[in-house]
């Protein structure tokens, strides 16, 4: 048993029985040694019991080298008991060797972590189970919200016992929670976000090291439980990833998250980590099968399937989801098979006989129509079939099989008639069956001989979604689908046809919704239709053309992160020419969204992942080819278009749809395959090159020199010599068999390595580029504007904010965005950011409120609701660096109306009432010389914080136009100032309510000031405003009383009013008020302290 | 000195999906033109031998995807640059609009030694059809704004302008690249200071 690290002495109560480098495993004098000395034994016995101590009769010591100091470490009744712990101390110390000065450290910190790892363990296991609310959880969980100060919704996933090490080890607690991977030992406090991770591994089995962006590393070492902790932060980091790439979704993703682990909070294990557990598992389990991304994957079990092609019974597992029985061998590749529940007669419980004897009586039978399957060797057999029949009875039945066999039937040509936006359209047929590619006759025979080989290839292994799948099946891809067969097989091995099946009639309701829209993306399909295969006749008439169309437009409805890109108008023609229009719908769905993940997303992420993954696997096969490609900076120039078009954009045609038979089978590791030997091809000539163009060159003739044995004529290229290289049999084989090792898991395993890197990248580099396209506005130095863009990026992450909302349906076609249009910043996250840094502002007051919502609206120039990056640093620059005299503007402009609406004023102070119509028609006056009797929207302004969206259609259907002009021309007054101050217009008089308003708000941003000298001179220059705005109106009324024809009377009512020159004069002759307005603010040390406040940590537990 | 060496000089082409990029490449370098074009994605390039100033120059123009989201790619194919086309549709507004965030993305991503003399040329391509929708005045006023760009408006069809646009980037990144070479060994200068004047015309070595 370890306890608790003491230092002893040793004496002549204890006989040494064992002696190592670092310990003695001594026994107690008198306790079952035979040649103790007689006397000292009964002595020992004797002093034992009077002192009633009776310590264990064994201990380990540990010496510190090279010293006496000795620490007691293990005490035991028994010796097999300390023998025990004897051996495990010399095991660790074989795994680890150390400097003689940290041994003792080591050991003993290591020691105590056996004592805490101990309590805590059962009680993690048994929390859930006796189900009670104040769990060990729920109470960790308490306290992982107090230590690090973390908001109720950041959910804790898991807690672990493990130390950190910094030249010394700390014996900690290790919180992992759905966004942070947090420590805490009361020296030491860390947190990280899993975004900021951009590498992390496993060494000596127990040591976990985390690498942050900024280059610092956190070593955890867990001496329990490390492959658990490791999976679980590879989740985690894997889920925020995944986040960072659709930020949009991320969102929705969570709250799946979180639904789901309340529902699972009852079963064993700890709750959210059990959730994503499932997740992962269930994610491996669509991959190996190519099944929908909804399908979760239920159970496993053990079980033989009967393979009836050869007699024999394969052992593997079942997998059961909630519509599909799947089955894998246990020989990876060997057989595996996909029934969809849908199919399913009957499952049940048979006997299986072979050569008329019965071999199994405990067999799983299921039946689907014209083919049943038989399982053995099943443990749980009953609960299985119970479990099957349930399931399948929740599933709609496939009213029909899809039967892709016959082929389907020529469609009346007349289909070419149609128009673009004509409702009553019908799918178009595989398209070569109407503009067949003329064949020779060996071509014709070969074709022919193949087909013939897979007919008897099904009569064996059977045909369509059910078949044995096995590496027969992998050997026929290679020599290539027969163009007869190309629909089926794509879509029976990509998972397409299961797509399909489950949703009748989705395509075509995709379809119909997309007619007539106008939008960005519509256009650019519409622009690329004739630039997807136009050597091919097919894609030279209106059949082809409309059928892509109304894919490629359907397919940006189902999925409008991804919308359209370039490529996929390549690979959807390709699969349009062998396939009706909806297999080529669900080919597609199955390549953007299965086999190359993120691929066509809005930065096509994907692509740039595989980019560094194909750069991964360059490194491994050939290091010396990766170190010249590396300088050339290749790996970015080369995979990109090979692998977005599946080679087809750089293949030609014949070959390139080889490759497709192969990547549809294969999975997206075809592709590396292929890449790989294509370098290894070329390697030679590669490593003469100087200079990146001719390497790109050596490729590229490469690639269009491939040729197809069984179609020899070579299409000459559009602007390039061709001279024939390879058969793309030759190097498919080549690739299939040299590169056997690149399997699914391993190119995930890769990926996931890779998102790290990518995403922190393209983080790095959208805030660089946003920090230079904005750094000339001059407000404030790029470091901090690159910690304000930071702070902005993190708070959008949240998952407590709202989302902006994608306008992917908006019908306005926008020219490319410059950088800092992207970052978009609502009213909530605004308030925020301006309390934390502007010195207009205290946390919490409603002042700072309505500043800050007038400075907003006065800066949202597109009036939308959101201001982009430049806007909002627009608005925290005039308020934190720009001079006295713009900040001193700023202020009065939003003291004027329409941003100031007398409304605003009479529900804080009512202290006027008549209408506002006079007011403001001095301000429209100014801008609008068309004046006209509109009374101003004053309630939408209040409205902005709560309702942004909802507030800006206000705007834009009722609003006074005079009021957005005059928004804007103020807009242009400040940030423009400098430059055009010559031929802008003076700014209008203010009226004396809002000049009071403008004084109250004047009070208020100096007030944080607490200096008497600011106070008094702040009295007088209200005195002296008043008296001056009194003075110089009254001539003003006068005149213009006399010229307008107006009441004296009624103009004097407002007798008050200063103009905007007079306030500026006015104002500056306070120089401690000016001093305040002229004091540049530091917003990075702002950001930072407010960052700091974020992560504070309460230090005394006993608190929790 | 620099003469000597066989010069390269890599020429981007930059402008929206679909404006002529690949084809103004095709008419320059061979002289064909075609509407079979498929997307460019990635990148492609071509080479082109000239002489420029009685110098053999080799021109290696890269074409670029056009779509938005390819533009954070283009690190990879804008470095090391020596001159950029800027190309836009006459009969596309937004093509036209998109060529402000085209230049700023290339001059931030490739961070040119000299950004401000950096050769760029805009072409304003596909004046052979009817619906023209950006006037020849707006474009050269939005040139001249940008340190006066060199302006031609261009058939790819009909090989207009393209040649002479083709030309007047190259002599401006050579114009650009002797600068380069003189900063960079300012000895050289001293040495040379006799031929200096000829040296903006023609090389004497």
């Given amino acids: ?1104 | 000195m620099a003469s000597r060496r066989k010069l390269l000089l890599k020429i981007i082409i930059l402008g929206d999906s679909g404006v002529g990029k690949t084809a103004l490449m095709n008419q320059y370098v061979n002289k064909k033109f075609s509407n079979q074009y498929k997307a460019t994605i990635g990148a492609d390039f071509l080479t082109k031998e000239v002489m420029v100033d009685n110098r053999i120059v080799t021109l290696q123009i890269w074409d670029t995807a056009g779509q938005e989201r390819f533009q954070s790619l283009g690190v990879a194919f804008y470095r090391g640059a020596d001159g950029c086309i800027l190309v836009f549709d006459t009969t596309s507004m937004n093509s036209f609009a998109s060529l402000d965030a085209w230049r700023d993305e290339f001059l931030i991503q490739s961070s040119p030694k000299n950004t401000e003399n950096f050769p760029f040329v805009v072409l304003g391509n596909k004046i052979d059809l009817e619906n023209r929708a950006v006037s020849t005045k707006r474009a050269q006023k939005w040139c001249q704004t940008k340190n006066n760009i060199p302006y031609f408006e261009t058939s790819a069809k009909e090989a207009v302008n393209v040649e002479q646009a083709f030309e007047t980037i190259a002599k401006s990144a050579i114009a650009l690249e002797k600068e380069e070479i003189y900063n960079d060994f300012p000895g050289d200068i001293i040495l040379d200071r006799d031929n200096k004047p000829n040296n903006g015309a023609a090389c004497n070595c």
């Fill in chain 1, 1 to 1104: 048993m370890w306890v608790e690290p003491e230092e002893v002495t040793l004496n002549a109560f204890w006989e040494t029985e064992r002696k190592s480098l670092y310990f003695l495993l001594q026994r107690r004098v008198g306790h079952g040694g035979q040649a103790d000395p007689k006397l000292l034994s009964f002595w020992v016995k004797k002093f034992d019991s009077i002192t009633s101590r009776r310590p264990p009769p064994f201990r380990i010591l540990h010496q510190t080298p090279s010293s006496n100091t000795y620490h007691q470490i293990s005490v035991a009744m028994t010796w097999g008991e300390i023998d025990k712990d004897w051996s495990h101390l010399e095991s660790l110390l074989e795994c680890d060797s150390l400097p003689e000065d940290e041994v003792t450290g080591y050991i003993l910190t290591k020691i105590k972590s056996h004592l805490v790892t101990g309590p805590v363990d059962p009680a993690l296991q048994n929390i859930n189970s006796e189900g009670g609310k104040t769990s060990f959880i729920s109470r960790e969980a308490d306290k992982f919200r107090k230590l690090f100060n973390m908001p109720p919704e950041e959910t804790l996933v898991a807690v672990y016992l493990c130390f950190y090490r910094k030249k010394w080890l700390y014996s900690g607690t290790m919180y992992l929670s759905v966004s942070h991977l947090c420590f805490y030992c009361p020296s030491h406090i860390i947190v990280i976000q899993w975004r900021d991770i951009i590498d992390f591994y496993k060494s000596y089995n127990v040591v976990i090291t985390i690498k942050k962006k900024t280059g610092k590393k956190f070593d955890f070492i867990c001496y329990q439980r490390t492959s658990e902790i490791f999976a679980s932060i590879r989740q985690l980091v894997n889920l925020a990833m995944k986040q960072c790439i659709n930020e949009t979704s991320s969102f929705k993703e969570d709250s799946d998250l979180l639904h789901k682990s309340s529902i699972n909070v009852s079963k064993k294990q700890t709750f959210l980590k059990r959730d994503l557990d499932a997740r992962t598992e269930s994610e491996t389990y669509r991959l190996l099968f190519r099944l929908d991304s909804s399908e979760k994957l239920d159970g496993m079990i053990t079980a033989c399937l009967h393979a009836p092609f050869n007699r024999t019974l394969v052992p593997g597992v079942l997998f059961l989801s909630q519509n599909y029985l799947c089955y894998e061998s246990k020989d990876k590749g060997l057989l595996s098979l996909v029934l969809p529940l849908r199919y399913l007669e009957t499952a049940e419980k048979g006997e299986l006989q072979i050569g008329g004897r019965v071999c199994d009586t405990n067999v799983l039978i299921i039946k689907i129509p014209k083919q049943q399957f038989m399982f053995t060797n099943i443990q749980d057999l009953d609960f299985l079939i119970d479990k099957i029949l349930k399931l399948s009875s929740k599933i709609k039945r496939a009213k029909h099989r899809y039967t892709p066999f016959p082929s389907i039937k020529k469609e009346n040509n007349s289909v070419s008639l149609e128009s673009i936006s004509d409702l009553n359209w019908s799918p178009a047929p595989a398209l070569m069956e109407m503009f067949e590619s003329e064949k020779n006759e060996t071509m014709r025979k070969l074709e022919e001989e193949k087909y013939q080989f897979w007919l008897k290839h099904f009569e064996h292994y059977q045909r369509g979604v059910t078949m044995y799948r096995t590496f027969a099946v992998g050997k026929l891809v290679l020599r290539g689908i027969p163009d007869k067969l190309k629909s089926e097989l794509w879509m029976t091995f990509s998972g397409a046809t299961n797509l399909l099946e489950s949703k009748p009639g989705y395509y075509k309701e995709l379809v119909n919704r997309s007619i007539g829209i106008k939008s960005t993306t519509n256009e650019e399909i519409e622009r690329d239709l004739h630039r997807s295969l136009p050597e091919h006749p097919a894609f030279q008439s209106d059949v082809g053309i409309n059928a892509l169309r109304r894919v490629l437009c359907a397919y940006a409805i189902r999925n409008p992160q991804i919308g359209y890109c370039q490529a996929m108008n390549i690979v959807a023609s390709v699969f349009l020419l062998y396939c009706s229009e909806e297999e080529a719908f669900w080919l597609l769905v199955v390549v953007c969204e299965h086999l190359m993940p993120d691929y066509y997303n809005k930065k096509v992420i994907g692509a740039i992942i595989d980019q560094g993954v194909m750069d991964c696997l360059v490194e491994k096969y050939f290091p010396s080819l990766h170190v010249m490609l590396e300088k050339l900076g290749m790996f970015s120039l080369i995979s990109l278009s090979w692998f977005l078009t599946i080679f087809i954009s750089v293949l030609n045609f014949s070959c390139a749809v080889h490759v497709v038979d192969c990547f549809l089978y294969g999975g997206a590791k075809v592709m590396f395959q292929i890449a790989l030997s294509v370098l290894e091809l070329n390697k030679e000539k590669l490593a003469k090159c100087e200079e990146e163009g001719e390497a790109i060159q050596i490729l590229t003739d490469f690639l269009i020199g491939v040729y197809n044995e069984e179609d020899p004529v070579i299409t000459p290229h559009k602007h390039r010599m061709v001279h024939m290289t390879i058969s793309i049999q030759k190097l498919l084989s080549m690739a299939v068999s040299n590169y056997t090792e690149i399997n699914l898991q391993y190119i995930e395993n890769l990926r996931l390595k890779q998102r790290l890197k990518v995403v922190r990248n393209l983080e790095d580099s959208l805030i660089r580029n946003v920090v230079r396209s904005i750094l000339a506005d001059g407000y404030f130095k790029e470091t901090e504007l690159q910690d304000l863009l930071q702070l902005v990026r993190e708070e959008q992450m949240n998952p407590r904010r709202k989302q902006p909302p994608v306008d992917n349906e908006s019908n306005d076609i926008v020219p490319l965005q410059l950088p800092y249009e992207t970052i978009k910043c609502d009213f909530e996250l605004f308030h925020m950011i301006f309390t934390i840094v502007s010195p207009w502002a205290t946390t919490e007051s409603t002042v700072t409120h309505d500043i800050a919502v007038r400075i907003f609206r006065l800066m949202d120039a597109d009036d939308d609701g959101y201001l982009n990056f430049r806007e909002l640093v627009s608005c925290l620059g005039l308020t934190c660096s720009a001079s006295a005299e713009r900040r001193l503007k700023l202020l009065y402009i939003i003291h004027l109306p329409p941003l100031l609406s007398k409304l605003d004023i009479g529900s804080t102070r009512s202290l006027f009432s008549e209408s506002d119509t006079d007011v403001a028609s001095e301000a429209v006056e100014f801008f609008n010389d068309q004046y006209s009797e509109q009374k101003i929207n004053t309630t939408t302004l209040t409205t902005i914080p709560e309702q942004t969206n909802n507030s800006s259609q206000q705007y834009s259907s009722d609003d006074v136009p005079g009021d957005v002009r005059s928004i804007s021309s103020f807009r242009s007054l400040l940030t423009f100032s400098s430059q055009q101050s010559g031929d802008t217009k003076p700014l209008p008089a203010m009226d004396q309510i809002y000049l009071i308003e403008l004084l109250h708000t004047l009070n208020f941003i100096l007030s944080k000031q607490d200096a008497e000298e600011q106070n008094s001179d702040l009295m007088f220059f209200v005195s002296n405003i008043l008296h001056a705005g009194k003075k110089t109106n009254n001539e003003e009324i006068e005149s213009s009383a006399i010229s307008e024809k107006k009441n004296i009377d009624e103009a004097v009512q407002d007798s008050l009013s200063i103009s905007a020159d007079l306030f500026l004069a006015e104002i500056s002759k306070y120089a401690s008020i000016i001093e305040v307005f002229n004091e540049r603010v530091d917003i990075s040390s702002k950001i930072s302290k407010y960052n700091e406040k974020r992560f504070r940590t309460i230090h005394s537990l006993s608190n929790l």
